[in-house]
């Protein structure tokens, strides 16, 4: 298996989950409470570390039918730390990116948009229609937001705005992109914030995108986590999320849990319980 790329099905989509890049991160960053002892015990319950661990931002392709569909493309050019491997992996595993039809952006932080934009600052997917939250769309493009961004990633929105104009699919509520493929709202991380579910053969994949940034949330949905914009909205979203998955015995993919990011989230008792898919290497 190769390291970056982890192919699965869910009944007649075939699926890859891609590793754009990674790098280590302290688990401060994302649960800000990590000195409350209950924090640092539920950790330590689950084997995760207490001070740094590695954080991977994933992307993911599936075909459904006769379409071929990116979420979330990664940094693209859109970071000098990082080398982002997105569109190089999707090429090895033989899918050229004027293939695609439709490119999901569940929300336009850079790590997860910023790979719509080619290295040589062209269109990465130059005919696929790009997908996401009609907020999304609006925010990013208003001035208010872009002088809140460094910069370099106020330009860095600038060309995606202008590379994307007359080419998006904007969703409001729950959205069929193509047959079995629905986008759901999932408020409380960054504007327009949006969760990917996929249907086929009685079969579920949920990608919950940043909804959760370390599994361990799953099992404590009230936990504040950094980056998101709402605590209240968010909690609110896991619950509903966390529930939806459950009910289907969907599998799920976090966009930044261990690669492959994938994994089951079950009811416990008045929880949920999160268990990594056996099927993917850890790191
Ligand atoms: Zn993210």
Redesign the pocket.
């Known amino acids: 298996m190769c390291e970056s790329a982890y192919p699965f099905r869910v009944g007649d989509f075939e699926c890859i989950a891609i590793r754009d890049s990674a790098e280590q991160c302290p688990v401060r960053e994302l649960l800000p409470d990590i000195d409350d002892p209950q924090v640092r015990e539920a950790l330590a319950l689950r084997g995760w570390s207490t001070e740094e661990m590695s954080y991977d931002?994933l992307g993911l392709f599936v075909r459904a039918g006769d379409d071929a569909i990116v979420i979330?493309p990664g940094w693209g050019p859109c970071t000098d730390r990082l080398e982002s491997r997105f569109v190089p992996s999707l090429r090895q595993a033989g899918i050229e990116p004027d293939h695609v039809a439709f490119v999901i952006l569940?929300?336009l932080?850079l790590?997860?948009a910023g790979g719509v934009i080619a290295p040589d600052g062209g269109l990465a997917f130059p005919n696929a229609r790009h997908v996401m939250a009609e907020e999304a769309w609006a925010g990013y493009r208003s001035l208010r937001i872009l002088a809140m961004c460094s910069p370099t990633d106020a330009e860095s929105y600038r060309t995606l705005a202008r590379l994307l104009e007359g080419r998006v699919l904007l969703t409001r509520d729950e959205t069929e992109v193509v047959a079995g493929v629905r986008t759901l709202p999932a408020p409380g991380?960054r504007l327009g914030h949006t969760a990917v579910e996929f249907v086929s053969r009685g079969e579920t994949l949920l990608h919950l995108?940043?909804t959760v940034?370390h599994p361990i949330v799953v099992e404590h949905p009230t936990w504040s986590t950094g980056?998101d914009s709402s605590q209240e909205r968010i909690r609110e979203t896991r619950r509903r999320l966390f529930d939806r998955a459950a009910r289907s015995s969907a599998l799920v993919f976090l966009?930044?849990a261990p690669f492959p990011g994938l994994g089951r989230i079950a009811s416990e008792g008045s929880g949920w319980r999160w268990s990594p898919s056996q099927t993917g290497p850890r790191n």
Request: proline content about 0%; aromatic content about 14%.
């Open positions: 931002f979330d569940t929300h932080d790590d997860h991380h995108a940043d940034l980056y966009s930044h």
